[in-house]
């Protein structure tokens, strides 16, 4: 069964988009994928894939996004066990950065050279974030991302680069700059004329929760495709803003949360569609004794009593924090495009 993915670029050419990166998912899978391990060849490598991109979609503001380097991220205050194996160096799941033949898909010379050299990216995360060799990588990825694209890289402590993201989503779809297109055109007075726009590039599925129309996840081990909010609900058959719901019912195994036995993706979206859409209707269901459960009736409810205290626990675990007080504004965001690179925007069909 195939589900609503864009191989191309949606419709942004009048739009002021905003570009957001996952710092991390990002310098650990080309980092993983060199061997040996090369800080050097890694960050050149990632400063390319950073640059096709940008010279493809022509956004007007872009932004990496960092993990808090130390690790002391709140969440681990609601649980102790979140994301601890993780963070042990613990190979997780074994997804595809993709290859330079599927990024062309998105139909732009720029992108057919871009990950050139980049070695197999096909590689299992078992980088663990005190090797001293990644460290190096990171810093170099970071300082030459800033010097060489002018990209500002933030981290807050106590969050994650999934907060980051949320959080300059909101802002991006909740300004009004000029559109890429009026801004090169010099065009004082033009704004986007459809609005703002977000593109995030990374393949945590937490993102999910953040689908909107104008906000896609350009997910890369999905062959570089834009998932939409449609995406979401026709493979969950739920809402984006559902997703956390169905995540804490699930649980997440590589963040270390736990979830309810015997509940997927198929129980927990009967669940919340047959019982008000939330967790709090279907727990006010379940109190009142009119809730729908799916067979065995008794042992899901059981379950679900028993258990409710860890489940909305996990709600709050996975729950994305929107505001966080970040210490670079939107507007500082703002990337100007190289002089000798802009034709190339405005050669596309």
């Known amino acids: 069964m195939s589900f609503p993915m864009l191989v191309r670029p949606p419709p942004m050419r009048n739009k002021c988009l905003t570009l957001l990166f996952d710092g991390n998912l990002m310098v650990r899978r080309f980092y993983e994928a060199l061997k040996p391990h090369d800080p050097i060849r890694c960050s050149r ?3 390319s894939r950073i640059r096709g991109l940008a010279e493809a979609l022509g956004p007007s503001y872009m932004a990496i996004l960092q993990d808090d380097p130390q690790r002391s991220y709140f969440r681990k205050l609601i649980d102790p066990q979140y994301k601890a194996v993780r963070h042990s160096g613990v190979a997780t799941s074994k997804r595809s950065f993709e290859s330079a033949s599927a990024v062309s898909m998105l139909g732009n010379d720029a992108l057919d050279t871009m990950v050139q050299n980049t070695g ?18 990171l810093f170099k990825v970071r300082q030459q991302c800033e010097r060489i694209l002018g990209i500002q890289w933030v981290t807050v402590a106590g969050y994650e680069a999934d907060d980051l993201l949320a959080t300059y989503a909101k802002l991006a779809m909740n300004h009004s700059p000029r559109s ?3 801004k090169y055109q010099g065009d004082t007075d033009g704004l986007g004329e459809d609005g703002p726009c977000v593109v995030m590039l990374s393949a945590d599925k937490d993102l999910y929760q953040l689908l909107r129309p104008d906000v896609y996840l350009c997910d890369p081990t999905k062959r570089f495709s834009f998932l939409m909010d449609a995406y979401v609900r026709h493979k969950f058959h739920i809402m ?22 015997g509940i997927g993706p198929v129980r927990g979206a009967f669940l919340l569609n047959q019982n008000g859409g939330t967790l709090k209707s279907l727990y006010d269901k379940i109190d009142s004794n009119t809730a729908i459960i799916p067979k065995p009736q008794d042992s899901i409810t059981k379950s679900l009593k028993d258990h409710r205290e860890r489940i909305f626990r996990n709600q709050s ?3 994305l924090v929107d505001d966080v007080s970040v210490p670079v504004p939107m507007k ?3 990337w100007q495009m190289p002089l000798e690179r802009r034709s190339h925007l405005f050669s596309r069909t």
Request: hydrophobic share 45%; aromatic share 6%.
């Open 45 to 47: 490598n990632i400063i």
């Open 120 to 137: 197999n990216i096909d590689a299992e995360l078992t980088v663990d974030d005190n090797d001293v060799e990644f460290k190096e990588t």
């Open 180 to 182: 890429t297109l009026a």
């Open 240 to 261: 984006p803003d559902q997703f956390v719901d169905l995540q804490a019912l699930m649980g997440d195994a590589a963040d270390g949360i736990r979830g309810l036995d």
């Open 317 to 319: 675990i996975f729950r």
């Open 332 to 334: 500082d965001l703002q």
